[in-house]
């Protein structure tokens, strides 16, 4: 990540998280138990750079960008936001996206993967588009030198 950031802008670093998250899910929607089971484990690989392209990468411009007084508060309230109202939506909308991409017949239940994960990879890049459009900040991640006085 330190080598990531020194090169890449605070936005490059969050484009290149969404298009891992498309990646991903595209990759969920066409692997297979079978012949395509190269396709899960890369997906599994992915994951990691997923989270800290885009999620790590929040938290840490969040506390470079919020002011010294606030950073605790826009910390928490970036949480807040990720890790309990988002989850929950998410929770709640991933079980209606299931149930859309769920047929029965009979006793027999049948999942279409492949739409879902492609609606998810659709949903990811979508997110990818508006950040590249809307999120114009330049800014690296990087450290901040404070500077401290003694009294």
């Known amino acids: 990540m330190p080598l990531i950031f020194r090169r890449i802008t605070v936005r490059g670093v969050l484009i290149l998280g969404l298009a891992c998250w498309s990646l991903r899910y595209g990759l969920l929607a066409y692997g297979n138990p ?20 885009f999620f790590v990468t929040g938290q840490l411009y969040t506390d470079q960008e919020a002011p010294a007084h606030l950073r605790g508060t826009a910390q928490g309230f970036l949480t807040f936001v990720t890790y309990g109202v988002g989850m929950f939506i998410g929770s709640m909308l991933s079980g209606v996206s299931l149930d859309f991409f769920t047929t029965t017949t009979g006793t027999t239940v049948s999942h279409n993967w492949l739409s879902f994960w492609l609606g998810c990879a659709g949903a990811a890049a979508a997110i990818l588009v508006m950040i590249a459009l809307f999120f114009q900040s330049r800014a690296k991640i990087g450290q901040k030198v404070e500077t401290h006085t003694t009294a």
């Open 34 to 53: 079978g012949a395509g089971m190269w396709m899960f484990y890369i997906a599994i690989l992915l994951h990691g750079f997923c989270y800290d392209f």
